[in-house]
């Protein structure tokens, strides 16, 4: 017997990553999204000197770290952060499942 799918599907939303270093030469974001993979996820940085990068991700609560010419660095613009196995903080960010 085959079971059917129930159809309901897991919209995934456009989440925004943004990062305020204009004199940085390379920010990497990596996260739990990307089995913490800086190499994924590089940003790119606008006329404004601002770095972004954008995701389609699943609901769901995510942690992060902005990687900046070489060195992991916290979001200082995300209060949101947890303790990590290193014994130093994560940021984290709430996609959330508006159906």
């Known amino acids: 017997m ?3 799918k129930s159809g309901k599907k897991t919209k995934r939303k456009r989440t925004q ?3 305020n270093l204009p004199d940085a030469g390379e920010v990497l974001l990596a ?3 990307n ?3 800086g190499k994924k996820h590089r940003m790119k940085q606008n ?3 601002i770095w972004e990068k ?7 609560i995510y942690e992060y770290k902005y990687i900046v010419d070489g060195k992991w660095q916290t979001d200082p ?3 949101q952060n947890c303790m990590n ?3 130093s903080y994560n940021n984290w960010i709430n996609v959330p499942d508006n159906k």
């Open 31 to 33: 996260g739990d999204f």
């Open 17 to 19: 990553f943004s990062f």
């Open 2 to 4: 085959i079971k059917k």
């Open 85 to 87: 196995t290193f014994g």
């Open 77 to 79: 613009a995300c209060s």
């Open 47 to 49: 006329s404004g000197g």
């Open 54 to 60: 954008t995701l389609v991700l699943k609901p769901g």
């Open 35 to 37: 089995q913490w993979n």
